[in-house]
């Protein structure tokens, strides 16, 4: 069965087959190189992935909200109401949709009338590759369509469900995933400037190779992690640069000037942090350079350099993603592999030859089970494109 029919047979088994139900889909993504770039002003280059969630929904003709997750069955039917959006109350998996309907309010995009939702994702749970994000767009969609929020373009969806998780769940996340999953274009990456919102497609064009996605099966859980520490360590460390630099971020740092300044940051642990945020920014707009110059190799060099930098400098790597990045580097045919997402586990990003796939799978499934005492799991990526209603039946 497709994700579309798991969601829509969800819908009809907890909610009845009558009315006017509708289909939509939004993407996840995996983030080439960028990482924690986002909320310091720097640039990333994401890409949305065929992998996504699914959602079933139909207004109601009262003020119910309620919600059904295929992937979560045993949690049964979550009931709440247009009167209970209680910002940082916790709630599970709903908190997500609950805080993108709070959010249009916030807009001044009230809804009169609740809805029912059965959602399927299947992007794997913890993995890294923005199943909340997914979730998110994939809500805002649904409003936008049901109530007929035509003002509200896909990159609204985006800032829409940014606010949402950082003020109502309580995720302090940058705007990368939300954007990235908003404004999907198959077989492109985004190459976008955090500070500004303006952005670039960059196609995506490896002929001969694919893009492999390992997961750690570590699952992580951002809002519970030290995530939200390292924003604050970046904003000490940019307080301090301030003292003598007119700087507002540290995306808008060069090495040079970083260099030249940083004794100014006091903490050796928050200087490490800046390093990483303005080190990881050039490599950024370097790896971009040399894709457009179709320099694969030197794309793969950055992406090697930056899970390097998240496992010293930014410390959000795992010993899990370590083992799986550092082995891969040793097999002919990898370009380059990395941590990718926000860290504490989930999965890495690794471009392969073709002729190298069989060989990386291999390689690593051994290697990692006999060092960490289970086993990864292995996907090859399409790029897809951004959020839509599925009018197909």
Known sequence: MTGQQTALQAFRQQFGDSGDIRLFFAPGRVNLIGEHTDYNGGHVFPCAITLGTYAAARKRSDRKLRFFSANFPETGVRETSLDELNPLEKCGWIGYPKGVVWAFAERGCRLDRGFDMAIYGDIPNGSGLSSSASLEVLTGLVLR??????????????????KSENEYNGMHCGIMDQFASAMGMENHAIFLDCSTLQYTYA????????????????????????????????????KDLQQELPVHALGELSIEQYETYKSLIRDEVCRRRAKHAVYENQRTIQAVEALQARDLQKFGRLMNESHVSLRDDYETSCPEADILAEEAWKIPGVIGSRITGGGFGGCTVSIVRDEAVEEFISTLSGIYREKVGFDASFYSLGIGGGPREITET
């Open 145 to 162: 369509s049901l109530y007929g929020f035509e003002e509200i373009t896909n990159q609204d969806l985006a800032l829409i469900g940014q």
């Open 203 to 238: 196609p995506i064009e490896l002929q001969g190779m694919k893009l492999q996605v390992t997961n750690t099966n570590k699952k992580h859980s951002l809002v519970d992690s030290e995530y939200n520490l390292r924003r604050e360590q970046c904003a000490e460390a940019l």
